[in-house]
């Protein structure tokens, strides 16, 4: 049973139960609630017991409530939540897995009629096949520029049609032909729009993320800082060995126009006078990485070779060989 008592009594137990929710849960989802019904609701609830748990109220109470928290405690990061009460929303403080506590509210949508006035979640579109509805209901059909055909006394649907675009307004036809036809489209749950997390907000996508993907973005952000580096010459830890691979270029590109020299400069003075040893260099290159899995396979024969020796040797020794 709900609590009883006056509409400030009720007021300050939302606000004692909030403010308990703050300092026992670091975490939270931010949820839409449109068209979720109480049963559905009390569903949900039980699923996520014990580690969370679900929190419903007027948006208005809820901000009141955070202010005053925050004002109290001195911690600023929840007025990050404030921005997110917007429209049917609650709140699903966990100590669980983030994306676990998404999961299992994904579980629980139900299935729902198309009403009349409702806008489209998705699209709707109806296959080719028997409606089971007997050749009176023709006219209906043509009137949504249906295709049809009388097939064993039924009326059967020739083609796919997309009835309702996403997006879109359910009409009274339309929702009146998915009744005919038994068809609920639509399913209705709690939606996951934000995650707080310590006070950082997030998109909830950023719960998709492996380890690969944080470190082909690192790699991605790391790339970026290098190439403003050297657009605008500014040195950066990103762009140091650029800097430094291309201070060495312009240096080597100095000695090979000039007689100035240096050791690591002599190899590339010597290719430039005789072009042919290019072609040797990498004739030798091309040789060695060849013959290097030759070399191998030859070591590791000749380690077999000599363990078969020594296990021979010691079953001589055993029958009484020479040793």
Do not use: W
Not at 201 to 222: H, I, Q
Not at 241 to 257: D, E, M, Q, R, T
């Amino acid at each position: 049973m709900g609590f009883k008592g006056t509409k400030l009594e009720k007021k300050e137990a939302y606000d004692l139960k909030l403010c308990k929710y703050l300092d026992d849960y670091g975490r939270a989802l931010i949820c839409a609630a449109d068209n979720v019904g109480s049963n559905q609701m009390q569903q949900i609830r039980q699923g996520l017991r014990p580690d969370s748990v679900v929190l419903m109220g007027k948006n208005t109470l809820m901000k009141r409530t955070i202010r005053k928290y925050a004002e109290k405690t001195g911690n600023r990061d929840v007025l990050n939540l404030i921005p997110l009460l917007v429209g049917n929303v609650g709140l699903v403080f966990t100590r669980g897995d983030l994306k676990e506590v998404r999961e299992v509210i994904a579980k629980y949508k139900v299935g729902a009629p198309a009403r009349v006035g409702l806008v489209a979640p998705i699209d709707v579109t109806i296959q080719p096949g028997s409606t089971g509805l007997d050749p009176s209901h023709t006219s209906f059909f043509q009137a949504l520029n249906i295709p049809t055909k009388i097939n064993k006394g039924t009326v059967e649907i020739v083609s796919s049609v997309e009835l309702i675009s996403k997006g879109t307004k359910v009409g009274s036809s339309e929702a009146a032909l998915l009744a005919k036809l038994r068809i609920r489209p639509f399913s209705y749950g709690l939606v996951v729009r934000r995650v707080y997390d310590s006070g950082s907000v997030f998109d909830p996508a950023v719960l998709d993320l492996t380890d690969d993907d944080l470190v082909a973005k690192f790699a991605e952000g790391v790339s970026a800082v290098a190439a403003i580096s050297l657009a605008l010459g500014y040195p950066t830890l990103a762009a140091a060995a650029h800097f430094f691979l291309n201070s060495y270029k312009n240096v080597l590109a100095i000695a090979l126009s000039t007689d100035y020299s240096y050791p690591q400069a002599e190899n590339a003075k010597e290719y430039l006078k005789d072009p042919s040893k290019f072609a040797v260099a990498v004739a030798l290159v091309s040789e060695e990485s060849s013959t290097a899995p030759v070399v191998a396979a030859t070591e590791e024969k000749k380690e077999e070779d000599e363990e078969e020796e020594d296990d021979g040797g010691g079953f001589m020794d055993l029958f009484g060989g020479e040793d």
